[in-house]
């Protein structure tokens, strides 16, 4: 009888797994103290691979596998989810001082390089969300490192931290104002006011603004509209995958503390970005507002036939969550006409 | 942090120092499930001597050699030394709680480990590890029994333990300990 339980219980408890995040490849990158994994999923053999250039500073890719958005582009593309350094489950001793941008890029730059020797021959795009926004256009600055990248996915990325900082402010404040004028939770809102007068130069680091930020729809503009949780804390993530909740989060709380990017500003150079480029912007961004789209496009060097914005009209900050069909069709017909 | 440590480590050597005085020692091995995070699965082989106890109290040293399988993450080896207490709540049923100090070495799980040098250059890296410091509190419930007339234990554990360093600050894990003892003297 106790035989038969335990076989039972085996089974119930093998019925729970699922193997989504094992899939593809999975190795390591080190480079200074830091050991990054790298999962490498879908159609590796379209020749194509999407690198997936995660937010934060800290935050992690490795969660963002399973996505309806990225299951889709996992049928046509190979795409590369990489935690940077420090950052989701990344693991070793990275120094602080190495927790700055050129380090960042220079991690990139090696990823880049490892993905060209593993997979010759493959087209590589770059797609930076937010954080990774910042970063990838840092990357192709270089001219050197820019020859090796077919084209430049820009998902409401950061380039320009002081402007959009601005622009998140007046978008907070704008909804306090809605909100006390409505009679809304007036106190916290008049709170949130207060707080900006008292902290008009806000860094990255002070957490405050992230949190007002959500509160307004910021990140996600209207959550009865996806079909799938975000950020999805799921049994299989949780218990089955590469991986670890306390890491990414501790990860997190160091990096954001110890890197501040507020003073970042790469519009002047990007003009010397020349690869065909896809700007898709949530038009209700509240973190870095729609018109950082149209600054971006502005500022890259690509000819204008090979650049584009697209508007995704009912997103905030994170359109291939909220709109997956339209962001998976704008990257499809991008990909497909630079392949 | 460092506090915290101090204290702990501090609390470990007060006890077993306190609890050698007493001469009536019982001594236990046994194995245990171990598992990271909850279902990341692995063991440890346990040696247990207890140092000072009556009907109701008991106080225990204790070492462990354990590992752990993070599938993509970590293989964690360990060896930790602990001091704990066990307190009768109901016949054989008891509440226990240990805290301890130990050493913690991690690989790189599931995947090769590649360096890019200067020249863009690929070569594959060997997986030596990194060494932790791997302080611990874990507590549950105990409960005695016997097999072939031979005293044992049965333990389910929860168990916090920190690696320090990890990116130069420390790293809280769960884990969950269920095991047996057997006494093998007196």
Known sequence: ?339 | MKKFVLTLTTLVIWNLCLAQSDSVAVNYLGVAYFSEGGFYPGFTLIGERSLLRNRNFEMMAAARLGAYFHYRNQTGVFLMIQSGQRIRLYRQLYFEHYVGVGYLHTFLNGGDPYYVDATGTIHKKSNAGQPHFMPSVSFGLGFNSHINQKPCRFFARPIVFWMIPFNQTSLVQFGLEVGGLMRFNR
């Open chain 1, 1 to 339: 009888m106790t035989g038969r339980l335990l076989i039972l219980l085996t089974i119930g408890l093998c019925a729970c797994f699922d193997d989504t995040f094992y899939e593809g490849d999975f190795f390591y990158l080190v480079n200074k103290d830091a050991q990054m994994p790298v999962s490498v999923r879908g159609n590796i053999s379209s020749g194509v691979l999407i690198v997936f250039l995660h937010g934060g500073p800290g935050g992690t890719a490795l969660q963002k596998i399973g996505l309806k958005a990225f299951n889709e582009l996992e049928k046509n593309y190979g795409m590369v989810f990489w935690d940077q350094r420090a950052s989701g489950s990344s693991q070793g001793n990275s120094a602080i001082s190495d927790l700055n941008l050129n380090q960042f890029t220079e991690d990139l730059d090696k990823l880049i390089d490892l993905l060209r020797y593993r997979y010759k021959n493959s087209k590589i795009f770059l797609m930076g969300h937010s954080w990774g926004g910042c970063l990838g256009t840092n990357y192709l600055l270089d001219p050197d490192r820019q020859v090796k990248i077919t084209g430049w996915i820009d998902v409401d990325g950061a380039h320009d931290n002081p402007h959009g900082d601005d622009l998140s402010m007046q978008f907070v404040i704008e909804y306090a104002n809605q909100q006390i004028a409505r009679g809304s939770e007036v106190d916290f809102w008049q709170y949130v006011i207060s707080w900006y007068a008292a902290n008009p130069n806000f860094t990255t680091d002070q957490l405050e603004h992230y949190s007002f930020v959500d509160k307004a729809h910021g990140y996600i503009y209207d959550p009865s509209l996806a079909d799938e949780k975000f950020p999805n804390y799921s049994f299989s993530y949780l218990f089955e995958s590469p991986a670890n909740l306390t890491a990414s989060l501790t990860n997190y709380n160091s990096v954001i503390k110890n890197f501040i990017i507020s003073d970042i500003d790469l519009t002047p150079r990007m003009n010397a970005i020349h690869v065909p480029s896809l700007i898709i912007w949530g038009a209700h961004d509240g973190i870095i507002p729609f018109p950082m789209a149209q600054e971006a496009f502005d500022a890259l060097g690509t000819s204008v036939d090979q650049k584009r914005i697209v508007n995704l009209a009912n997103s905030a900050h994170n359109g291939f969550h909220e709109e997956p069909s339209a962001f998976i069709e704008a990257v499809v017909t991008f990909v497909e006409e630079n392949n």
